[in-house]
């Protein structure tokens, strides 16, 4: 079955630090990779998104992701965090049609930045 | 637009009451999703539709069902509900346009449900 794998459960940083979040999916077709955040009490917004092409996905807010086929990883990276960023972090992929391409999440990672 | 909108906000149910969580899209998408999301779990699929008057069962089904009457409603029923249904409850839609969509997905501002 497809699964998502986010390796850390809660991070916290300081200001001006960078940021990798891991994440590992379990899917040996053509998949769709998403990064979603949500914000304290608020829903899930799209940070970024890869279908194909450049491997180096840019999304907003300063954030970018790297597909790695052969790893099966979609990392999420920013060089530097602000306390804004303070949030969940949820990684996911498209399910296959079946399951009307509705998406598989991580169990997310949760992030606190400190001045 | 309005985009994704949920109704309500807010619930509180005692255990064996029933309700309807309305969801609502005003992009003319073709998709909609009932997910829910619970502390360390990340967000699990209940219920799904891939068009008008068609649903299908997602991940975590059980104590719940769903309607696509029109369109733009998705509706999520418990019939009789149960402490562990306490979660929050987002609902999502996505554009279909061909077998290569990108089925990316908007969210609502989620449902919080309680049940004591």
Redesign the interface.
Known sequence: AQSVSQHNHHVILSEAASLELGCNYSYGGTVNLFWYVQYPGQHLQLLLKYFSGDPLVKGIKGFEAEFIKSKFSFNLRKPSVQWSDTAEYFCAVNAPVNSGYALNFGKGTSLLVTP | NAGVTQTPKFRVLKTGQSMTLLCAQDMNHE?M?W?RQDP??????IH???GEGTT?K?EVPDGYNVSRLKKQNFLLGLESAAPSQTSVY?C?S?LFTGPI?????Y????TRLTVT
């Open positions: 998709y999703y997910y360390g779990m990340g967000l699990r699929l799904y539709s891939v299908a997602g987002f999502a996505s969509s990108i089925y990316e997905q969210f609502g501002p989620g």
